[in-house]
């Protein structure tokens, strides 16, 4: 920690006035997003009848005067986390489904993307690129294109209205199996074939040298492909159009900000929490996966 702490000092004082200003604006840029989240959580504590007088404001304000500002609750109160969490915990239950859809695509993802990446960018088969191709043009599509054959799909399978649905189709996301792939490619042959002289196999190759190596990429890509499942909207409002109980909480964010104004910055908080989390957990692999990326 000490000698990050020094190369950090070093860097500083190397910086040129240009370099300066760059990073005063970024600091300004980055207090400016921040602000939204602080007020969330700060909001969160507040009691529900200022909450609601508060938001009440809402098209109903002189138009030459700014609206009311308030940075502090006049009694700090739990009054919001109570309600969403013990006294009407359907918002905790989509909560837990959030937990459950974001745990299983992470863990199907562990299990298939690394290998496909693995296979497409080591091995030599006949069909390979026909794969990568259908891998790309499967990344570049919106999912308002892929929908109709996906409940198609589905509907065939009989998974329509259960979780499988939403998890299944989420497992094999084309976008981090090219993610994975391109960084694979770029590593040495050197590295497997002197662990084949030590008699190491394919699969123990895989394991004890690739995914070591892609340490990185492996941590950006779960931080990312996190907030790809916990933010999901459209997949379970048309998957689980049958099954409300199987929502998660992503789907009735819109239903707490604007109909449970008394719940409303709880939830928010709530929603935010574990993503917030994800990130900085993963932050030096996110800066260090986009680093090997621009580098490769």
Not at 69 to 92: C, D, G, H, K, W
Not at 145 to 171: D, E, F, K, Q, Y
Request: proline share 5%; charged share 10%.
């Amino acid at each position: 920690m000490h000698t990050a702490h020094r190369r950090r000092r070093h860097r500083l004082n190397r910086l040129s006035l240009g370099g300066w200003i760059a990073m005063i604006l970024l600091v300004i840029l980055s207090a400016l997003i921040l602000v939204p989240i602080i007020c969330t959580f700060l909001y969160s504590f507040f009691p529900t009848s200022e909450i609601k007088a508060w938001l009440g404001q809402r098209n109903n304000y002189d138009a030459t005067r700014w609206m009311d500002v308030i940075y502090s609750p006049a009694q700090f109160s739990l009054r919001q986390y109570y309600t969403i969490l013990i006294e009407n915990p359907t918002y905790l239950q989509y909560f837990c489904n959030s937990v459950m859809y974001a745990a299983a695509i992470l863990l199907g993802q562990a299990m298939i993307i690394p290998l496909t990446a693995y296979a497409l960018s080591r091995f030599t088969f006949r069909g390979r690129d026909v794969i990568f191709f259908f891998i790309l043009v499967l990344m570049i599509l919106p999912f308002q294109v892929t929908m109709a054959p996906s409940v198609m799909v589905l509907r065939w399978l009989g998974l329509m209205n259960t979780i499988w649905a939403v998890i299944l189709p989420m497992c094999f996301s084309p976008f981090y199996i090219f993610l994975l792939r391109q960084f694979m490619v770029s590593i040495p042959n050197e590295l497997l074939e002197a662990g084949m002289v030590d008699g190491v196999g394919p699969f123990r190759g895989f394991i004890h040298v690739i995914l070591p190596v892609c340490r990185p990429i492996l941590g950006a890509a779960a931080a990312l492909s996190f907030a790809d499942c916990w933010n999901m909207v459209e997949q379970p409002l048309v998957y689980l159009a049958n099954a409300s109980s199987l929502q998660p909480l992503s789907t009735m964010f819109n239903q707490i900000s604007t109909e449970g104004a008394e719940v409303a910055f709880a939830g928010s908080a709530l929603y935010i929490l574990p993503t917030l989390m994800i990130y900085l957990y993963f932050q030096e692999d996110i800066v260090a996966g986009i680093q090997l990326s621009e580098l490769k």
